[in-house]
């Protein structure tokens, strides 16, 4: 009885480190403004690699500039880094893994010089 209480608990812990190994903990929110979530906070977990995803959405301004709206954070099982167009949005991707809440440090903070 004790030996197999201590095979269970073994076992137990072997899965623990797998599972950690494999999955990521990313952070979810619907609008990130300035490294804080206003709305939508929660987290989420993947396997993917890299399955982390931060979305930028700008907006081209009338002064001829790509100016950041908000940012939103997931978790996605095909991320693609990757600029796209849609008229005067403009969503650049981001994709991570590895570390917990990678996504969080992709989202864009105001760094007028680079657009
Ligand atoms: C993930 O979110 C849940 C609530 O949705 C919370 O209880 C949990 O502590 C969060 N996990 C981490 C690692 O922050
Ligand atoms: C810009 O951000 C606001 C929230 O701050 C949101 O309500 C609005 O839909 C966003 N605009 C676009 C085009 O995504």
């Not at 004790?2 to 076992?11: A, F, I, P, R």
């Not at 500039?65 to 908000?70: E, G, I, R, Y």
């Not at 939103?72 to 991320?79: M, T």
């Amino acid at each position: 009885m004790g030996k197999l209480l201590l095979l269970l608990l073994l076992l137990g812990a072997f899965s623990f480190v797998f599972i950690q190994a494999k999955t990521t903990v990313c952070m979810v929110c619907n609008s990130f403004k300035r490294g804080h979530c206003l709305s939508g906070k929660s987290n989420c977990t993947t396997m993917y690699s890299p399955g982390c995803r931060t979305r930028n959405f700008f907006i081209f301004s009338h002064t001829g500039k790509w100016v950041h709206n908000h940012t939103k954070l997931d978790c996605s099982s095909a991320c693609l880094a990757e600029n796209m167009y849609e008229g005067r949005l403009k969503i650049s991707t981001f994709c991570c893994k590895g570390e917990d809440f990678c996504n969080k440090y992709h989202g864009q903070v105001v760094k007028k010089d680079v657009y």
